[in-house]
């Protein structure tokens, strides 16, 4: 077997075949070449945050989670050892995780880990491509050949980290949304209306890295880059990222006018990574304007934000119910190069991808979960779609069939969840799923 890309996805896509006892060769071409995000030689690198969002199991990516560790998912395993705090989500320390999923999948029998780019795809043997949204250029290409298409594509922007000892403790304060119990993960810097005006007029006038020629922009809405947001109008932060909804600012008993989260990136709170705040503005810009938020002064980055290409196929032109290319059944397709958005989607896709790829080589049938499940909404919204306006998604409830008008309106998350566990349980016992 074949895997291409180290990646959530072709992590996840190489423990599911050595779990059945096939030889797997994954290639990763890190550190031979880097993408223009990645810095790190580890597989499993996380690149744009350390959180992979809420873990609350009657959320929609929370009832992922607790699907995934229902199916052994690698990914799930690594972040439960390397988490760190950050409230109701699940976050991770990356470096641990990396280093934590790379010695394993290095370790396991059967698996060999070959560092070098692939350019060419063998047809006659069965893959799975999971190359993820940088992929590079010469893979493009081939894949474009086989697909007889050009790509789609979005632009993705990556939040800036700061040091925690640079931020003025006397401007902020600690605390999570509506004081949890238990709460208290994230650092909050308040804004009154006059600073906020202030950052706001400064954001719209801000310098911004320019796009090449040859593309035009395509944001993914649930990673806007903050500027691009700001152009919607002066109360699109307040209402977005920016929202001082339950949170009280001790110091005055009064909600602030707007809040700029950061949340830990790491076990030993020594990094804070502005929620949110994905950019594409120059790093010059960036250094004088979210100086502007309090607190955050004297900031010292040590990542600025930016922005890059992601590239993903047109699933519901493409890919069947098993994430095969429709013209060519012996390579599958993992992650987010499938037309799935985030991290915890991503490795979701190379469970499901590694699974049947193990089924077509031993003769067994092919499997799909019920589209009731996170996992089986997501499938269906990649083949079922509709190819012209496809875009990528994140898992939500909207993409499953809905609860019964009988089921209130504040209590359909629940039933969404609990719906979801019992239909992948029966399903897992009637295919024979080796967990």
Not at 137 to 151: D, K, N, Q
Not at 205 to 228: M, N, S, T, W, Y
């Amino acid at each position: 077997m074949t895997v291409i890309g180290g990646g959530l996805a072709g992590c996840e896509a190489v423990r599911r075949l050595a779990r059945y006892g096939l030889k797997v060769d994954l290639y990763e071409m890190k550190p031979v070449r880097f993408s223009p995000a990645h810095t790190s030689s580890h597989l499993a690198e996380l690149v744009c945050s350390n959180s992979l969002r809420s873990d609350d199991p009657t959320s929609a990516v929370g009832l992922l989670k607790e699907e995934m560790r229902r199916l052994g998912s690698l990914v799930m395993e690594a972040a439960a050892r390397t988490r760190v705090p950050a409230g109701r989500a699940l976050a991770v320390d990356r470096e641990r995780f990396a280093a934590w999923i790379t010695a394993l999948v290095e370790s396991l029998p059967g698996v060999r880990v070959i560092r070098r780019e692939m350019a060419e795809l063998n047809l006659a043997e069965t893959s799975v491509l999971a190359t993820g949204p940088l992929t590079s250029p010469a893979m493009s290409e081939t894949i474009s050949r086989l697909v007889g298409s050009e790509h789609l594509y979005f632009y993705d922007a990556i939040a800036p980290i700061v040091t925690a000892e640079s931020v003025d403790m006397t401007c902020v304060f600690v605390g999570s949304r509506y004081e949890d119990p238990g709460q208290g993960d994230y650092l909050n810097c308040p804004m009154t209306k006059e600073e906020y005006q202030r950052f706001y007029q400064a954001l719209l006038e801000g310098e911004k890295v320019a796009g090449r020629d040859f593309e035009q922009p395509r944001f993914f809405e649930g990673c806007l880059p903050i500027e691009v947001m700001a152009e919607r109008g002066p109360q699109t932060l307040v209402f977005g990222p920016l929202k001082p909804v339950g949170l009280v600012d001790p110091r005055t008993g009064r909600r602030p006018y707007a809040v700029v989260q950061l949340r830990k990136e790491n076990n030993a709170g020594t990094l804070y990574n502005m929620v949110g705040f994905q950019t594409r503005l120059k790093r010059p810009a960036q250094d004088r304007i979210f100086r502007l938020i309090p607190g955050l002064e004297q900031a010292e980055f040590v990542r600025y934000g930016s922005i890059h290409r992601n590239t993903f196929i047109n699933g519901p032109a493409h890919l069947n119910r098993f994430l095969q290319l429709r013209r060519f059944p012996s390579l599958f397709l993992a992650g987010q190069i499938t037309g799935v958005e985030g991290y915890v989607e991503s490795a979701a896709m190379g469970l499901l991808a590694g699974e049947n790829a193990a089924r077509l080589v031993q003769g067994r049938p092919l499997v799909n979960p019920p589209s009731t499940t996170a996992h089986g909404a997501l499938v269906s919204h990649l083949i079922d779609s509709t190819p012209k306006n496809f875009q990528p998604m994140n898992v939500n409830f909207g993409l499953m069939p809905p609860a019964p008008k009988s089921v209130p309106k504040k209590h359909r998350p629940g039933f969404y969840a609990e719906r979801a566990l019992a239909d992948l349980e029966a399903w897992l016992n009637e295919v024979d799923y080796e967990r």
